[in-house]
């Protein structure tokens, strides 16, 4: 079944080739892919012709022959992931995971809370938590970026939470997944045109039209379509991207047809003018 699949790849790789080099993919995309077929799934990758990797996971292999399946394929992993519990606790092991994969940033994308159960006090903590973390990390040379996930959009005084962590990040940014943004109830271009320097790195993945958002952090994955087919304006965030020099925009699809999407989405990118 893979090797169809990489032949039907290949045959689309003219098409979107250059759309390619300029976007990413995060890893947790493929995750089914990957406890099947470790070399595989990077040949899949491959085949559509992404250099520029979010993940982190040696999916069970030594770090050592991970990286070395990945520099045979010339992949450039700049994004790793910190658990917020390793940022806050055991921060050594996030530095020897970006050391490992020679990565620019750090990216965390919870805040560890119970249930729905997240407030101002939650958000406070996570403030210092990342600061410290991050300061620590900008001495390495790496950077902390936080991916909110939606429950930062919960009203705050005059504004949101999200608005008292970006008036109160000293070290560390933040990535926009903007599927994330809209679920919570926030509108990523304005987000975007409000904080121009806080938005370091995006994922870029669009939601089903009808799908309605909420606050939790939580929606169905199969609610993740085609970038251009759902009801977020990719081509619009994508263009303000660029404008404000974000450099790295990874696909993330968390659906079952991830596979199958992932180069429809790469050939809408290419698409836009």
């Known amino acids: 079944m893979m090797k169809k699949i990489l032949c039907f790849c290949a045959a689309l790789t003219a098409t979107f080739a250059l759309s390619a080099q300029e976007v990413g993919l995060q890893l947790y995309s493929l995750r089914n892919q990957f406890k099947k077929d470790v070399s595989g799934t990077l040949d899949l990758i491959k085949s559509w012709d992404i250099v520029k990797i979010e993940g982190g996971d040696s999916y069970g292999l ?25 940022l806050k606790d055991d921060l050594n092991t996030v530095i020897q995971r970006a050391k490992d994969y020679d990565a620019e940033y750090v990216m965390c994308a919870w805040i560890d ?15 210092e938590v990342f600061n410290s973390a991050g300061k620590r990390l900008k001495e390495k040379g790496i950077t902390l970026v936080y991916h909110p996930h939606g429950y930062e959009f919960r009203p705050y005084k005059n504004g949101t939470l999200f608005d008292y962590m ?29 904080y121009p320097d806080k938005f370091k790195l995006m994922h870029l993945k669009d939601m089903q039209k009808g799908t309605k958002g909420n606050n939790t952090g939580h929606s169905d994955v199969e609610t993740n379509v085609v ?24 696909i993330e699809d968390e659906s079952s047809r991830s596979v199958k999407q992932i180069p429809q989405s790469l050939s809408f990118l290419q698409s836009i003018k």
């Open 166 to 194: 970006a008036a109160n990040a000293e070290h560390f940014d933040f990535e926009m997944d903007v599927y994330w943004f809209r679920h919570g109830g926030a509108d990523p271009m304005a987000m975007l045109n409000k």
């Open 227 to 250: 970038l251009g087919t759902g009801q977020i304006d990719i081509a619009a965030l994508v263009k303000r991207g660029k404008e404000l020099g974000i450099e790295y925009m990874f």
């Open 113 to 127: 809370h119970k249930g729905d159960e997240f407030g101002i006090s939650n958000t406070k903590e996570a403030v």
């Open 62 to 86: 030594p770090v050592a022959e991970f990286k070395a399946m990945l520099a045979e394929r010339n992949f450039d992993i700049v994004s790793v992931q910190g658990g917020y519990l390793e």
